[in-house]
């Protein structure tokens, strides 16, 4: 064991050589790059950065630099060099009148991907262990998706796979210092909601409780990229009354080269409207900061990839107003889910030392772990809304927008027991509605605004519930859920990357993407959810 966690130790400090050695596809292809997506010759922006050269990237930029003009047809010219996205082949055929759960455990088949090989010019981040994609557009492994992957994998018996996983994020983390929000070099600037801890707990539920020692290296180094206040990526706020939380933060400040149209259009809007109704220098929403075009956009830019980061890209959480995406502030925000789950981590690191045998150390992150606890209770429980909220750093004030992230206080048992009482109120009142709980109280047009339903939120809700001894709305969720998904699957022969639970006759919507069909998360909780509560 100590030769082990020695191994993994050393790994750590060549991290940020690897993380810097990674050229995102912006970077190798520079004025191609930005044509190629600010023209949109491939309806989705993913397809380009997903590509695969055929020959040396120095060698197309030589010939794109001597054909580039009005006459070069530029799909013709990228389809000629590079390899397209496929999804690999598969001869599964759906059969709508089986059981969904069959379905599931069939389909677990279908979105494995085996270890990755080494591919000059590619952007995937090759992985060790075979895996379990989502589905659809996503053709890499994800942070948050994965976790409730993971307790369908459990339910489903596919216990290797789970271990698999589990070492492969491990893996990420001893070679960039973080999970980057997926295996891809373009996801490298940002992490997503921080869960490898609970992905130990489920390992640990089917292994045994030495994984935590095992894994301590890796929950350490995470728990370092999101609290090392000395840190490029600037996680860390410090708190009015001295108390230490986190925050969102991609660490670049550029659009995102997965969705480069989408938000330099969205930018360049925004700054245009600010300098319509203003001459000189534009004021940000919500700071008192007076911002040129440059340093404008490049706010814009890193908060819409910090909304990436939260997984929550894109929801009226965010908005300064409310209202609009070119209201977002991310970054303004301390969120009530991210520190919920470093609470767990560092619990999680207090139960991997005491297995290692580090006693001070065990009682160190307890005690901290504590001081957190109590900072997210003064600073994101709502007494007026009787609802746990993200905090606004500029304003010093609550947010005002109620959101499925309120719940996650009760998932991580970071809520003193008495809330429950008025926390179920809200939840029945406000939040469910015929297919389950809607993301939040607002229909903006985003993907999580309503009336919009996700499984991460649907288990967080009703695992928050459980833990809570409210058993009987957990289980009225969970009947809602499943009922909507199984209709859902019944007419289509497909599990969705989101639902409408409000009119569930229409599907879900809104967002920069189509609705996809897999769906990891969604698989994951559903058969879940179905043997916990017997509803098949």
């Known amino acids: 064991m100590r030769k082990f966690l020695f191994l993994f130790v050393g790994v750590f400090k060549f991290t940020d050589f690897f993380a810097q050695d990674v050229k995102t596809p912006d ?55 590079f390899q397209l ?24 088949k279908v979105l494995k991907r085996d270890h990755d ?14 895996y379990i994609v989502p589905g659809g557009r996503f053709r890499e492994i994800y942070y948050w998706d994965s976790y409730f992957t993971l307790l369908g994998l459990k339910e489903s018996g596919e216990n290797e796979m789970i271990e698999n996983m589990v070492s492969n994020f491990a893996f990420l983390i001893s070679q960039y210092g973080h999970i980057p929000n997926g295996n891809r070099s373009y996801y490298l600037s940002r992490s997503q909601p921080p869960f490898f801890a609970l992905m130990l707990d489920i390992l640990a539920s089917v292994k045994g409780n030495y994984v935590y020692a095992t894994y301590l290296p890796a929950l350490q180094k995470e728990y370092e990229y999101f609290t090392d206040q000395a840190a ?50 534009a004021e940000m929403p919500q700071t008192s900061k007076i911002l040129g075009e440059s340093d404008f956009k490049k706010r814009k830019f890193r908060d819409l990839r910090s909304a990436a980061e939260s997984g929550w890209d894109f929801s009226s959480r965010w908005f300064a107003d409310g209202k609009t995406l070119a209201a977002i502030q991310v970054t303004n925000y301390i969120p009530v889910d991210l520190n919920c789950l470093l609470y767990h981590l560092e619990k999680t690191l207090a139960k991997a030392n005491k297995e290692s045998g580090e006693l001070v150390k065990a009682k160190y992150y307890d005690d901290i772990a504590e001081r957190r606890r109590k900072a997210i209770n003064k600073y994101c429980w709502s007494s007026s809304s009787n609802w746990y909220v993200d905090y606004n750093l500029i ?103 989101k639902y409408n639970v409000v009119d569930t006759h229409m599907e879900a919507g809104g967002g920069e993407y189509q609705s996809q069909d897999g769906f990891g998360w969604t698989n994951g909780v559903l058969i879940t959810l179905i043997k916990k509560y017997n509803l098949e």
């Not at 055929?93 to 069939?106: L, P, Y």
């Not at 670049?252 to 080269?257: A, K, L, S, T």
């Open 117 to 130: 090989p080494v591919i000059d010019g590619s952007t995937l981040l090759p992985l060790p262990n075979p």
């Open 27 to 81: 970077k190798i292809y520079g004025e191609l790059f930005k044509e190629v997506q600010l023209k949109r010759i491939f309806s989705d922006n993913k397809t380009f950065v997903d590509c695969v050269p055929k020959r040396k990237p120095a060698d197309i930029m030589y010939d794109y630099g001597l054909m580039k003009g009005p006459k070069l047809d530029l799909k013709k010219f990228v389809e000629d060099n």
């Open 395 to 497: 304003t010093k004030k609550q947010s005002p927008e109620l959101t499925l992230a309120g719940m996650s206080p009760f998932f991580l048992n970071v809520a003193g027991e008495k809330k429950i009482i008025t926390v179920k109120e809200v939840l029945e009142k406000k939040f469910l509605k015929a297919g389950g709980l809607t993301a939040t109280l607002k229909n903006t047009g985003e993907q999580w605004d309503a009336p919009n339903g996700w499984a991460p939120l649907m288990w967080i809700a009703i695992a928050g519930l459980e833990n809570y001894n409210q058993s009987v709305l957990a289980k009225e969720i969970a009947k809602r859920w499943v009922g909507l998904n199984t209709k859902v699957f019944k007419s289509t022969g497909k599990l969705m990357e």
């Open 232 to 281: 490029a990526t600037k996680h860390v706020i410090k708190m009015p009354d001295g108390s230490i939380l986190q925050r969102y933060y991609d660490r670049d400040d550029i659009p995102r080269q997965e969705s480069y149209r989408e938000d330099a259009e969205l930018v360049d809007s925004a700054w245009a409207r600010m300098t319509r109704k203003k001459s000189g220098p």
């Open 85 to 108: 996205p496929v999804s690999p082949a598969s001869d599964y055929k759906t059969d709508t009148s089986e059981n969904v759960v069959i379905h599931i455990k069939n389909l677990w």
